[in-house]
């Protein structure tokens, strides 16, 4: 199949299942209120493109790349961004979330120092190996999301919720929480508060 380019297009509305998306290159390019389910993503490119209110829900990628995304009040299931990451190592799939539902979502070996996740809603996520650096989880529901081997020095939780941080594998230091919630933090080291 040839491959297809497309800049500074917009697309509303747009509502695939399970279809096959190959050999497309999207440049500052527009989704909103945009509808992907079960779709099969092969050697595609997307580059600062900009998703608005859209679902995306178990997208299946290989040979596929997305760097600095900006996701607005998006719902997102099932999506593994480490797949997404860059092959030259030169950008990071997210640049910028706000207001968005995420449920079994995974960040494997990414960069996210500084990253804002603040005020998002991540469900049973999953980050394992990242770079989590002063990134900010204010007022997150973390329900069920596990971190395992990050550095969350400087990370701010402040009003997060529902979070399980495996304390033995991911450096703290400088990381700010709340109370009750900077308890749980205690029985990964198997200590318990009476």
Known sequence: MPSKYYEGESFRGLSLSG???????????????????GCKILRCVI????FVNCRITDPKT????????????????????????PG?????????????????????????????????ELDGCTFADCRLTDSVFTDCRLGGTEFFRCDMNGADFRGASGYRID????????????????????????????
């Open 47 to 50: 580059n600062s493109c900009r």
């Open 167 to 194: 304390v033995l594998t991911c450096p703290v230091k400088r990381a700010r929480f709340n109370l009750p919630e900077a308890a749980d933090l205690l029985h990964g080291l198997g200590l318990r508060l009476e």
């Open 62 to 85: 290989d040979y596929s790349e997305a760097k600095f995304l900006v996701l607005e009040g998006c719902q997102l299931s099932g999506v593994n961004w480490g797949l997404l990451v």
């Open 19 to 37: 279809e096959l998306i190959e050999g497309l290159t999207l440049v500052d390019c527009l989704f909103d209120g945009c509808v992907f389910e």
């Open 88 to 120: 030259n190592g030169f950008g990071e799939p997210l640049d910028k979330l706000s207001g968005c539902r995420m449920k079994y979502n995974f960040f494997t070996e990414m960069d996210l120092r500084k990253f804002s996740f603040s005020g998002s």
